[in-house]
Protein backbone atom coordinates (compact mmCIF):
# COMPACT_ATOMS: atom_id res chain seq x y z
CA UNK A 1 0.00 0.00 0.00
CA UNK A 2 1.13 3.52 -0.24
CA UNK A 3 1.91 5.30 2.61
CA UNK A 4 1.16 9.17 3.08
CA UNK A 5 2.93 11.39 5.35
CA UNK A 6 1.52 14.82 6.42
CA UNK A 7 3.48 17.11 8.24
CA UNK A 8 2.94 18.47 10.71
CA UNK A 9 0.35 16.37 12.54
CA UNK A 10 -0.67 19.79 14.88
CA UNK A 11 -0.61 23.47 13.86
CA UNK A 12 -1.34 26.59 15.76
CA UNK A 13 -1.83 29.54 13.81
CA UNK A 14 -3.38 33.26 14.23
CA UNK A 15 -6.19 34.63 11.84
CA UNK A 16 -4.17 36.11 8.63
CA UNK A 17 -1.40 33.52 8.67
CA UNK A 18 -0.49 32.08 6.09
CA UNK A 19 0.21 27.79 6.89
CA UNK A 20 1.77 25.06 4.62
CA UNK A 21 0.85 21.37 4.89
CA UNK A 22 2.90 19.23 3.38
CA UNK A 23 2.07 15.41 2.39
CA UNK A 24 4.90 12.50 1.14
CA UNK A 25 4.37 9.39 -0.68
CA UNK A 26 5.82 6.68 -0.15
CA UNK A 27 6.14 6.23 -4.12
CA UNK A 28 5.08 8.01 -6.82
CA UNK A 29 1.92 9.24 -7.32
CA UNK A 30 1.58 11.39 -10.43
CA UNK A 31 -0.89 13.86 -9.93
CA UNK A 32 -3.04 11.83 -8.50
CA UNK A 33 -3.31 13.95 -4.91
CA UNK A 34 -6.84 15.02 -3.48
CA UNK A 35 -7.44 17.29 -0.12
CA UNK A 36 -9.97 17.26 2.20
CA UNK A 37 -10.98 19.49 5.21
CA UNK A 38 -13.32 18.07 8.06
CA UNK A 39 -14.64 20.10 10.75
CA UNK A 40 -15.95 18.31 13.93
CA UNK A 41 -18.63 16.52 13.87
CA UNK A 42 -18.72 16.36 9.99
CA UNK A 43 -18.02 14.83 6.46
CA UNK A 44 -14.93 15.45 4.93
CA UNK A 45 -15.41 17.99 2.22
CA UNK A 46 -13.02 18.17 -1.04
CA UNK A 47 -11.01 20.96 -1.43
CA UNK A 48 -8.89 20.16 -4.71
CA UNK A 49 -8.22 17.25 -6.92
CA UNK A 50 -5.22 16.22 -9.14
CA UNK A 51 -2.79 17.88 -6.70
CA UNK A 52 -3.49 21.66 -7.84
CA UNK A 53 -7.20 21.81 -9.04
CA UNK A 54 -9.42 24.08 -6.59
CA UNK A 55 -12.96 22.83 -6.46
CA UNK A 56 -15.97 24.83 -6.96
CA UNK A 57 -17.03 26.78 -4.54
CA UNK A 58 -13.57 27.14 -2.59
CA UNK A 59 -11.82 29.81 -2.04
CA UNK A 60 -9.21 31.19 -3.64
CA UNK A 61 -6.84 31.15 -0.59
CA UNK A 62 -6.59 27.52 -0.56
CA UNK A 63 -4.32 26.17 -3.38
CA UNK A 64 -2.05 22.82 -4.35
CA UNK A 65 0.96 21.79 -5.66
CA UNK A 66 3.84 19.24 -6.41
CA UNK A 67 3.53 15.71 -8.12
CA UNK A 68 5.43 12.51 -7.82
CA UNK A 69 6.05 12.03 -4.26
CA UNK A 70 5.61 15.21 -2.35
CA UNK A 71 2.88 17.69 -2.19
CA UNK A 72 1.64 21.12 -0.14
CA UNK A 73 -1.49 22.17 0.60
CA UNK A 74 -1.07 26.33 1.06
CA UNK A 75 -3.73 28.48 2.80
CA UNK A 76 -2.88 32.14 1.94
CA UNK A 77 -4.52 33.81 4.45
CA UNK A 78 -6.08 31.75 7.70
CA UNK A 79 -9.51 32.62 8.05
CA UNK A 80 -11.64 31.70 11.33
CA UNK A 81 -13.33 29.27 9.17
CA UNK A 82 -10.43 27.19 8.08
CA UNK A 83 -10.15 26.17 11.47
CA UNK A 84 -10.09 21.86 11.16
CA UNK A 85 -8.38 18.95 9.85
CA UNK A 86 -7.15 18.24 6.72
CA UNK A 87 -6.12 14.68 5.16
CA UNK A 88 -4.47 14.79 1.86
CA UNK A 89 -5.38 11.48 -0.48
CA UNK A 90 -3.81 9.16 -2.94
CA UNK A 91 -5.91 7.96 -5.99
CA UNK A 92 -3.63 6.39 -8.25
CA UNK A 93 -3.81 2.99 -6.80
CA UNK A 94 -5.97 0.97 -4.77
CA UNK A 95 -6.03 0.80 -2.02
CA UNK A 96 -6.90 4.32 -1.69
CA UNK A 97 -5.07 5.96 1.72
CA UNK A 98 -5.51 8.95 3.01
CA UNK A 99 -2.58 10.85 5.18
CA UNK A 100 -2.62 10.61 8.68
CA UNK A 101 -3.99 14.33 9.58
CA UNK A 102 -3.14 17.98 10.29
CA UNK A 103 -5.38 19.65 12.82
CA UNK A 104 -5.06 23.38 12.56
CA UNK A 105 -5.81 24.94 15.53
CA UNK A 106 -6.09 29.06 16.98
CA UNK A 107 -3.22 30.32 18.35
CA UNK B 1 -29.73 19.04 -4.23
CA UNK B 2 -26.84 16.11 -4.99
CA UNK B 3 -27.21 14.07 -1.48
CA UNK B 4 -25.86 10.53 -0.14
CA UNK B 5 -27.48 9.44 3.03
CA UNK B 6 -26.30 6.46 4.93
CA UNK B 7 -28.52 4.32 7.21
CA UNK B 8 -27.97 1.00 9.26
CA UNK B 9 -25.32 2.05 11.31
CA UNK B 10 -25.74 0.89 15.37
CA UNK B 11 -24.46 -1.05 18.30
CA UNK B 12 -23.81 -4.87 17.55
CA UNK B 13 -21.72 -7.45 19.63
CA UNK B 14 -18.59 -9.14 18.26
CA UNK B 15 -19.09 -11.54 15.76
CA UNK B 16 -22.23 -10.03 14.79
CA UNK B 17 -23.44 -8.45 11.48
CA UNK B 18 -24.94 -5.55 10.17
CA UNK B 19 -25.75 -4.18 6.92
CA UNK B 20 -24.98 -0.58 5.40
CA UNK B 21 -27.03 1.23 3.00
CA UNK B 22 -26.38 4.70 1.30
CA UNK B 23 -29.26 5.92 -0.52
CA UNK B 24 -28.15 8.91 -3.52
CA UNK B 25 -29.95 11.56 -4.96
CA UNK B 26 -29.76 14.74 -7.39
CA UNK B 27 -27.15 12.91 -9.56
CA UNK B 28 -26.07 10.04 -12.05
CA UNK B 29 -25.35 7.46 -9.38
CA UNK B 30 -25.22 4.84 -11.83
CA UNK B 31 -22.02 6.61 -13.52
CA UNK B 32 -20.44 7.41 -9.88
CA UNK B 33 -17.58 4.67 -8.66
CA UNK B 34 -18.56 4.82 -5.17
CA UNK B 35 -16.72 3.90 -1.55
CA UNK B 36 -17.26 3.32 1.87
CA UNK B 37 -14.43 5.16 3.93
CA UNK B 38 -14.61 4.62 7.95
CA UNK B 39 -13.36 7.05 10.63
CA UNK B 40 -12.52 5.50 14.48
CA UNK B 41 -13.48 7.87 17.30
CA UNK B 42 -10.66 10.53 16.94
CA UNK B 43 -8.85 8.64 14.64
CA UNK B 44 -7.91 9.95 10.78
CA UNK B 45 -9.63 8.44 7.45
CA UNK B 46 -9.61 5.25 6.32
CA UNK B 47 -10.73 3.09 3.18
CA UNK B 48 -12.72 0.73 3.50
CA UNK B 49 -13.87 -0.34 -0.38
CA UNK B 50 -14.87 0.68 -3.64
CA UNK B 51 -17.25 -0.46 -5.90
CA UNK B 52 -17.17 0.48 -10.22
CA UNK B 53 -20.11 2.44 -11.47
CA UNK B 54 -21.56 -0.64 -13.17
CA UNK B 55 -20.90 -2.90 -10.01
CA UNK B 56 -18.05 -4.73 -10.96
CA UNK B 57 -14.15 -4.79 -9.32
CA UNK B 58 -14.99 -4.71 -5.78
CA UNK B 59 -12.07 -3.81 -4.35
CA UNK B 60 -11.55 -3.73 -0.33
CA UNK B 61 -8.94 -3.38 2.36
CA UNK B 62 -7.17 -5.96 3.78
CA UNK B 63 -8.34 -4.90 7.11
CA UNK B 64 -11.85 -6.30 5.87
CA UNK B 65 -11.18 -8.60 2.72
CA UNK B 66 -13.55 -11.77 3.07
CA UNK B 67 -15.78 -10.28 6.22
CA UNK B 68 -17.20 -6.88 4.41
CA UNK B 69 -18.65 -7.20 0.53
CA UNK B 70 -19.38 -4.11 -1.22
CA UNK B 71 -22.43 -4.13 -3.63
CA UNK B 72 -24.84 -2.07 -5.65
CA UNK B 73 -27.95 -1.16 -7.15
CA UNK B 74 -28.07 1.21 -9.74
CA UNK B 75 -31.97 0.61 -10.35
CA UNK B 76 -32.46 1.66 -6.69
CA UNK B 77 -29.58 4.33 -6.81
CA UNK B 78 -28.42 2.53 -3.49
CA UNK B 79 -24.84 1.52 -2.13
CA UNK B 80 -24.25 -1.53 0.86
CA UNK B 81 -21.86 -3.11 2.52
CA UNK B 82 -22.44 -5.99 4.37
CA UNK B 83 -19.96 -6.45 7.29
CA UNK B 84 -20.39 -9.68 8.98
CA UNK B 85 -17.75 -11.35 11.68
CA UNK B 86 -17.16 -7.84 13.28
CA UNK B 87 -14.38 -6.96 15.92
CA UNK B 88 -14.46 -3.98 18.19
CA UNK B 89 -11.65 -2.14 15.99
CA UNK B 90 -14.67 -1.97 13.42
CA UNK B 91 -16.19 0.89 15.42
CA UNK B 92 -16.02 3.49 13.25
CA UNK B 93 -18.48 6.60 11.72
CA UNK B 94 -18.67 4.61 7.98
CA UNK B 95 -19.02 7.44 5.23
CA UNK B 96 -20.53 6.85 1.85
CA UNK B 97 -18.54 8.73 -0.80
CA UNK B 98 -18.92 8.71 -5.12
CA UNK B 99 -16.67 9.65 -7.60
CA UNK B 100 -17.85 10.87 -11.02
CA UNK B 101 -13.96 10.40 -12.53
CA UNK B 102 -10.71 9.46 -11.75
CA UNK B 103 -10.22 13.37 -11.49
CA UNK B 104 -12.99 14.70 -9.33
CA UNK B 105 -11.75 12.85 -6.29
CA UNK B 106 -14.39 11.84 -4.07
CA UNK B 107 -16.79 15.02 -4.54
CA UNK B 108 -19.81 13.74 -2.79
CA UNK B 109 -19.91 12.29 0.59
CA UNK B 110 -22.88 11.24 2.89
CA UNK B 111 -23.15 12.68 6.89
CA UNK B 112 -22.24 8.81 7.93
CA UNK B 113 -23.79 5.76 10.13
CA UNK B 114 -22.15 5.19 13.16
CA UNK B 115 -21.31 1.64 13.74
CA UNK B 116 -20.47 0.55 17.28
CA UNK B 117 -18.93 -3.01 17.87
CA UNK B 118 -19.13 -3.91 22.18
CA UNK B 119 -19.94 -6.62 24.39
Known amino acids: DIQLTQSPSFLSASVGDRVTITCRASQGIHSYLAWYQQKPGKAPKLLIS???TLQSGIPSRFSGSGSGTEFTLTISSLQREDFATYYC?????????FGGGTKVEIK | EVQLVESGGGLVQPGGSLRLSCSASGFRFSTYAMYWVRQAPGKGLAYVSS????????YYADSVKGRFTISRDNSKNTLYLEMTSLRVEDTSMYYC????????????WGQGTMVTVSS
Open chain 2, 97 to 108: AGQETRDDAFGI
Open chain 1, 50 to 52: LAS
Open chain 1, 89 to 97: QQLNIYPLT
Open chain 2, 51 to 58: ISPKGDSP
